[in-house]
Nanobody
Framework: VQLQASGGGLVQPGGSLRLSCLASGSFFSIDDMAWYRQAPGTQRELVASITSGGMTNYADSVRGRFTISRDSTKNTVYLQMNSLKPEDTAVYYC???????????????WGQGTLVTVSS
């Protein structure tokens, strides 16, 4: 099982980016999916999460600017980031709880990270 994140890059303040994360490999089901970020010299923090039923949760710092969504038919989670600020600069990681077979418990998986830089 792998999580492959993409969509990062350099954007000016006020701009937008859309991150994607595809879960691939052999597995039975995906439960919660989430995006975390880590800026240099800081701890990794939760940005947004979404349950299998579509319930969402956001960090206060991004609420109203970022939107998390998922397409279960494509095993993909998205993060639409609008009104980006320099303080949003970080490596963004996707995260998912995945069950490899019906008799397995859910395990946590991480993507490789994608860099988002907000700068003029």
């Amino acid at each position: 099982v792998q999580l492959q994140a993409s969509g990062g890059g350099l954007v000016q303040p006020g701009g937008s980016l859309r991150l994607s994360c595809l879960a691939s490999g052999s597995f039975f089901s995906i439960d919660d999916m989430a995006w975390y970020r880590q800026a240099p010299g800081t701890q990794r923090e939760l940005v947004a999460s979404i349950t299998s039923g579509g319930m969402t949760n956001y960090a206060d710092s991004v609420r109203g600017r970022f939107t998390i969504s998922r397409d279960s038919t494509k095993n993909t989670v998205y993060l639409q980031m609008n009104s980006l600020k320099p303080e949003d600069t970080a490596v963004y990681y996707c995260n998912a709880d995945i069950k490899r077979a019906y008799y397995y418990a859910y395990s946590e998986y991480w993507g490789q990270g994608t860099l988002v830089t907000v700068s003029s």
